[in-house]
Every structure is written in C-alpha cells, then in structure tokens.
C-alpha cells in the first residue's frame, strides 16, 4: 500500500506571496490533517478535513486554509507570506474513525524569503 | 504553560544503552498516547499507541502511562546508532469519534556506535 504523498518537497517564495501544499492519503483513508512544524514551536496542528468537510481547527490565522476532494486528497493554502510561515508542513493521514493512528508524509519544506 | 512537556535535549548515549524519553501533560482529557520518530528531513512515523495506564511492549521499545501523575515515557533497549532520530510524544482528547492530536516539540536522541 502506498504511503502519504506530499507535493512539492521543497518550495521557496517571497513574502507577500501565496502557496498551495498537495497532500494524497493513504488509499482508503479519509481523514487528513495538516501540522507545521518548526524548531521553537514543535509540530502545530492546523486543520482536519474529513469527508470534504474540515472538523478540526488549530489556532492559526485565517491565511491558512484548506480544503479536501471528493478522492481525499487535500490542498493547504497560506496567502500573504510571512516569513514566519516557513516551516515543515505535515500531512497525515487516518481513516479518521475513533481512535486510529495518524500516518505521516514527507513534508513539504516552506522558505519564505 | 504548554499542554505538552518534553525535554529537547539532546540526548547522548554509547550503543547499548538503555534510553529513557519522557514527556508530562496538563490536559486530564487526553485519553490517547503515542510516540513518534523522525529522522532527518523525513515525516513522523508511529512507534507506539497506547490508551490505558500501564505499559505497553514492541520489541525494544516499551511505552508507560501514568494518568494519576500525568506523565508517559518510553524506553529503548540495547539502543542501536539507528535509533538515532527525534523523539516525539504525542496524546488526544479523542472528542466524538475524531482527535486533535497535541504533540511534545520532541527529544533528539544519538546513539553513539
């Protein structure tokens, strides 16, 4: 079974720019869930979507957002770069029933310069 | 306060070693608990999940829970230089059939050969 796939691995914008993050679950899986990860702040979650519908909402601002298609697959899109934002974004994927387990992607690395 | 305590070390320990990671929490909801492990430029991958208090084995490693004190660890038996990677804890409140999941900002362990 193939893993958690992330698109693209590595990205470099300016401030002021905006970003769009791809993430493909596990075949099967509905849930996915974004993190941004940084070397003060540790792994931050950002968002859940199930279903095409986001449940679960982190302590971001509203330049963060997402959404997910009807194959499960997901976009994250941060508008109006800081250069805060840059980070490792993580997905992670679950059937997103009860207690299951998370599986993580790669990551996409964000510069923000 | 952060909900999530852990110590970020780094920790350094000859091959063989017994390892100890550690992580303290404040949230008495959370139900579900896990440790994660990175490595380098690389997402989280899922060692150990435990919901109830007591210990948990895996091979080398073992996960403890300790709801009263609110605290969990994890040890690794006869560490191997591959173990070498950050340790993240990471728990859920797990609130009507999906979970936020809180992580520790992680501990980085080297195994020296």
């Known amino acids: 079974k193939a893993g958690v796939t992330q698109t693209p691995r590595y990205l470099i914008k300016t401030r002021g720019q905006q970003v769009t993050l791809s993430c493909s679950p596990i075949?099967?899986?509905?849930?996915v869930s974004w993190y941004q990860q940084t070397p003060g702040q540790g792994l931050q979650f950002l968002f859940e979507?199930?279903?095409?519908?986001?449940?679960n909402k982190g302590n971001f601002p509203g330049r963060f957002s997402g959404r997910q298609f009807s194959n499960s697959r997901s976009e994250m899109n941060v508008s109006t770069l800081e250069l805060g934002d840059s980070a490792l974004y993580l997905c992670?994927?679950?059937?997103?029933?009860?207690?299951?387990?998370?599986?993580f992607g790669p990551g996409t690395r964000l510069t923000v310069t | 306060q952060k909900e999530v305590e852990q110590d970020p070390g780094p920790l350094s320990v000859p091959e063989g070693a017994i390892v100890s990671l550690n992580c303290t929490y404040s949230?008495?909801?959370?139900?579900?608990f896990m440790w994660y492990r990175q490595y380098s430029r690389k997402g989280p991958e899922l060692l150990m999940y435990?919901?109830?208090?007591g210990n948990k084995e895996d091979g080398r490693f073992t996960a403890q829970v300790d709801k009263s004190s609110k605290y969990i660890s994890l040890f690794i038996r006869d560490s191997q230089p591959s173990d070498s990677a950050t340790y993240l804890c990471?728990?859920?409140?797990?609130?009507?059939?999906?979970?936020?999941?809180?992580f520790g900002t992680g501990t980085k362990l080297q195994v020296i050969p």
């Open positions: 949230n008495s909801a959370f139900q579900y």
């Open positions: 435990t919901y109830s208090s």
């Open positions: 990471a728990m859920s409140v797990n609130p009507g059939g999906y979970q936020k999941v809180t």
């Open positions: 979507y199930f279903s095409e519908t986001q449940r």
């Open positions: 075949s099967g899986h509905r849930s």
């Open positions: 992670a994927s679950s059937t997103g029933q009860g207690s299951d387990e998370q599986y």
